[in-house]
């Protein structure tokens, strides 16, 4: 194995001697892996340095592309995506892993800044309602009630009965304790937790509107979803930035009255990056990309309210 890597590591074959070949299939090697078998030249029978380097590499992915690949994603609208389809792809993080590691990162810096405290209810628990009368819920002309007024759907067994009253109790019982609870910012800490997620689910939606918003320009849906991937890092990784700004105010106050106008930034950055990035990807002149960011726009904030609503009434009923 050492004179493989060895001949490896030197100039191309000569007729000094001959070319190493695969110590699996025989095949000549022309690289670190056999191009016919895959096996790597490399095994575990090495230094243990040159193993975790590999490791790292694989899967932490901890190289130099990061570095190329997180500044033009933050700074470059567009870059990434015209660099992907002009070939030059291994220079930079992969679209999906990229999206893939930022969404996750994002989705757990989330999770830790919203910091629900209140006491919830417990499944089996009895939850009334008479706590907080803004927190009631309306069922048959009556308020909720899991005892004397439960809901009841007639076509389902009666544990998914059960199991949906369990529900609506956490939910009335957290709402109630949410609105006593004097930090109103739960509530905006809670809608920004939900865009991870939301995003994570309405990427593939939202690379099917721009195929139809380019359904003359004769494109894959794997380039628009190409496209949908950066778009969707870079506000994975404006949130993580907003997110870093809020736990910086809140823990040195001296520079609380600089983060909140470096969020407002942010803020307007993300909208603007869309529409440069969608004019530099597919090309198209002012007019009909401005015409054909706000129908987008439009349609996906909808899609994008929804989701997330729908994350935050989980995310109360199940916290």
Sequence with gaps: MNETAAALAGAPPTAAGPAPACQNCGTPLLGPHCYRCGQPVNGLVRHF???????????????????????????????????????????????VRLFVFLSIVTFFVAQLMVGFSGDAAVIGDPVTVEDDGTANVQFNGRDWDPKTNPVDIGWLPAFADRWVNEQIGHGVANVAELKKSPNQERFKEALLGAVPSTLFVLLPIFALMLKLAYLFKRRLYMEHLIVALHSHAFLCLALLLVFGL???????????????????????????????????????????????????????????????VATVVASIVWM
């Design 246 to 308: 809020d736990a910086l105010g809140e823990a040195i106050p001296a520079l609380a009255p600089a983060t909140g106008p470096a969020e407002g930034l942010l803020a307007l950055w993300m909208p603007l990056y869309l529409l440069l990035m969608q004019k530099r990807v597919y090309g198209q002149g002012w007019p009909m990309t401005l015409l054909k960011y706000g129908v987008l726009g439009i349609c996906y904030s909808l899609l994008l309210s929804f989701g997330m």
């Design 49 to 95: 340095s040159s193993i975790m380097g590999d490791f790292a590499d694989s899967v932490l992915n901890i190289d130099a592309r990061v570095f190329r690949t997180l500044w033009p994603l933050f700074a470059r609208p567009g870059f990434l995506s015209r660099e992907y389809f002009a070939g030059r792809r291994v220079r930079y993080v992969s679209p």
